[in-house]
């Protein structure tokens, strides 16, 4: 029978308990997205994204999570903060289209002028919340108009019959959060910027603080003047009043009664995304704060607080290494051939790694192979992710001998290894004689991002799709991951400030 059950078992187990889980919470401000989102989430979105491309085992992703978690506070209401688990069965084909090679990869995702056909482009600067924060801004796009005393008249008569809004401010460069304010609204209402230095617009309006914000309804020359604090919420629900904003907005659209009374907040709201950053409390603020204040309407400024502590800075994106240990664990071996069919061939079995050992399962090679394959499933075991079965079975195992034949494999005195998915009926073969862990891990995480070539397996080899037992049903189909879209608590919280504006 089988020599390791117990073995098999435990790594089931293990598998079970791993699946699934990203490393993003329900109240962290970053979105989880998978694959099938990305398109009306991100690519269709009139916002700049930043997404990570994650594994939950690998640490640089988990040294890159406070930052990034800061990094989505800092820039709720500006752009979309995303990440993908690519651990994920669903995710995996999507990860690799994308092109990721390993984790944690960040990219910046803009949209272009072709709706839909956004520029993707990676990011591959400071893994700190600053460094994230400073680089999407600067790739929000710009549709704000930029008046002076002689461009002013020409711009109200040419929008004449929609909704106007003209920021007052002290600086000419035009922040992120009013490019973002003018995305909220694009089409309802036409966001202008006009500098403290024009006199005669400055006087036009009576305006004498800066920044101000005004509002100039459709077909109307009176302006309504922004009462409160000129944050990025406040000016949502003050702009709201002539048109609701875009449906991606991500910035409040209820409460707004709440914001107008409490200036000292950031409105809650229903919109999912600024919504899973109103959600940090209030321990998170100042440390949020400190990025936050980075933005402000008028200019973005250099921040001269030190980040926040948790940030990392160095890492660059790395393949996965093996750590060097001293180990000699074992995958489990199968003699049965109901046993292989039944775990890996049938028509429902998903991917399954298959060493097929010569008979002399001490030769030096089939050792190798079987200490690599086990120390790569031990690393990810321990980090508590999911990785598809390793099985060991020798070549006198008639399955196995008939896989040796069918597909050409060559000799049953060699180590073979190969990749199998049941239901999909393909195989990859390891390409290479050579059996470190490492070559072997390449390898694994090629078929684990879904690349490389893929060949038919025959039917032959299959046995009709006996329904797999509970445990190996639950490994085979993860759970999609839903974007997160949980209603805000409604304990009372301190939000993170946006500015002083
Ligand atoms: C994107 O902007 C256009 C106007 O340019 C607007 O009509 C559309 O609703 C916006 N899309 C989303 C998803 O907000």
Not at 34 to 45: C, E, H, L, P, Q
Not at 80 to 89: I, M, P, T, Y
Not at 456 to 471: F, M, R, W, Y
């Amino acid at each position: 029978m089988v020599r390791t059950t117990a073995l098999l078992a435990a790594t089931a187990a293990l598998a079970l308990h791993a699946q699934a889980e990203g490393i993003y919470g329900k109240t962290s401000g970053v979105l989880q997205i998978t694959g099938m989102d990305y398109d009306r989430v991100i690519a269709k979105s009139n916002y700049t994204s930043i997404v990570e491309f994650y594994a939950p085992w690998c640490g640089h992703c988990k040294n890159l999570k406070p930052a990034y978690e800061t990094a989505a506070k800092s820039l709720a209401g500006i752009a979309k903060v995303a990440a993908v688990n690519c651990d994920e069965e669903i995710n995996k084909p999507f990860c690799g289209q994308m092109g990721v090679q390993g984790f944690p990869t960040l990219k910046i995702v803009r949209p272009s002028k072709k709706p839909g056909k956004p520029k993707v482009e990676d990011y591959q600067g400071a893994r700190s919340a600053k460094g994230i924060v400073d680089a999407v801004k600067d790739k929000v796009p710009n549709i704000v108009k930029r008046l002076n005393d002689k461009s002013l008249a020409g711009w109200l008569q040419e929008n004449k019959d929609s909704a106007k809004a003209i920021l007052f401010s002290d600086k000419g460069v035009v922040s992120a959060t009013i490019r973002a304010l003018a995305i909220d609204f694009a089409g309802l209402v036409s966001v202008a910027q006009v500098k403290k230095s024009e006199k005669a617009a400055v006087e036009k309006y009576g305006i004498t603080e800066f920044p101000s914000l005004i509002l100039i309804p459709a077909g109307s020359d009176d302006s309504i003047k922004h009462e409160g604090k000129v944050d990025k919420a406040a000016m949502v629900d003050f702009l709201s009043q002539v048109a609701p904003p875009n449906p991606d907005c991500p910035a409040p659209k209820e409460k707004r009664s709440k914001a107008k009374r409490d200036d000292k907040k950031v409105s809650k709201s229903s919109s999912k995304f600024a919504k899973a950053s109103a959600s940090h409390k209030s321990a998170d603020a100042s440390s949020a704060a400190a990025t936050a204040t980075d933005e402000t309407v008028e200019e973005p400024i250099v921040p001269t607080k030190s980040p926040s502590p948790n940030v990392k800075d160095e890492d660059t994106p790395k393949p996965i290494v093996i750590p060097a240990e001293d180990i000699k664990p074992t995958i489990p071996l199968i003699a049965e051939s109901a046993e292989l069919q039944s775990l890996c061939l049938n028509e429902k079995s998903k991917t399954c790694i298959l060493a097929i050992l010569p008979k002399d399962e001490s030769s030096e090679a089939a050792k190798t192979a079987v200490a690599s394959l086990a120390s790569i499933h031990k690393k990810y075991d321990a980090a508590g992710a999911r990785l598809f079965p390793f099985v060991g079975v020798t070549a006198s195992n008639p399955v196995a001998a008939s896989l040796l034949t069918t597909l050409g494999l060559g000799s049953d005195e060699q180590v073979h290894l190969i990749a199998t998915h049941g239901k999909r009926a393909w195989y990859k073969k390891y390409p290479s004689t050579a059996f470190s862990a490492e070559e072997i891990e390449k390898w694994v995480d090629s078929i684990r991002m879904d690349e490389g070539k893929k060949e038919k397996l025959p039917n032959s080899i299959l046995v009709a799709g006996e329904k797999p037992d509970a445990t190996a049903e639950k490994v085979a189909e993860p759970e999609p991951v839903k974007i997160e879209v949980e209603e805000v608590p409604d304990e009372p919280e301190t939000q993170p400030e946006h500015n002083e504006l």
